[in-house]
């Protein structure tokens, strides 16, 4: 384990998580981070920012440190951001899967896209699909609302 205080930096050629603490924790395969918080996703232009970030990583065989290209997912809660080329997200809680692209948002869910913008309770975003999902409050007489988001077929020449 180690922590750090100050302007911490984890990084490498895919990654780079910033922080103002952080603990490094090689046994559980997490980085856990609090205090401005941000984790770049350089090969596809995301980032995501919050009060606490934590990464969780594939677990490590036989390594002496965390591989950032084996990151798992990020999870990040208070003033949570995504921002990519094509969308804005924000919420209270949002957890990111780099391995299939997926964002999960909750609470005071604000995504804003090419086709406007979608406010609710819980949103999903398949970011290299382009599909978005996103639920309103519960209501004890009016159900749930759903929105489901998709791009137009594409037509074939």
Request: no cysteine; charged share 30%; net charge positive.
């Amino acid at each position: 384990k180690a922590t750090a205080k100050g302007n911490v930096t984890f990084e490498d050629e895919r990654y780079n998580a910033k922080a103002k603490r952080a603990k490094y924790d090689l046994v559980k395969s997490t980085f856990d981070a609090s205090g401005k918080t941000s984790l770049l996703d350089k090969n596809e232009n995301r980032t995501l920012k919050g009060d606490k970030v934590n990464l969780q990583f594939f677990e490590q065989k036989d390594s002496q440190r965390l591989n950032m290209k084996d990151l798992k997912q990020a999870r990040a809660s208070g003033h949570v951001s995504l921002t990519t080329p094509s969308e804005y997200i924000e919420a209270v809680y949002a957890q990111y899967d780099p391995p299939h692209a997926v964002v999960t948002a909750q609470k005071n869910v604000q995504m804003v896209h090419q086709k406007g913008i979608i406010e609710g309770d819980y949103a999903q975003a398949k970011l290299d699909q382009k599909i978005y999902r996103v639920e309103g409050k519960k209501s004890p007489d009016k159900g749930v609302v759903y929105g489901l988001i998709f791009p137009n077929k594409q037509e074939k020449k």
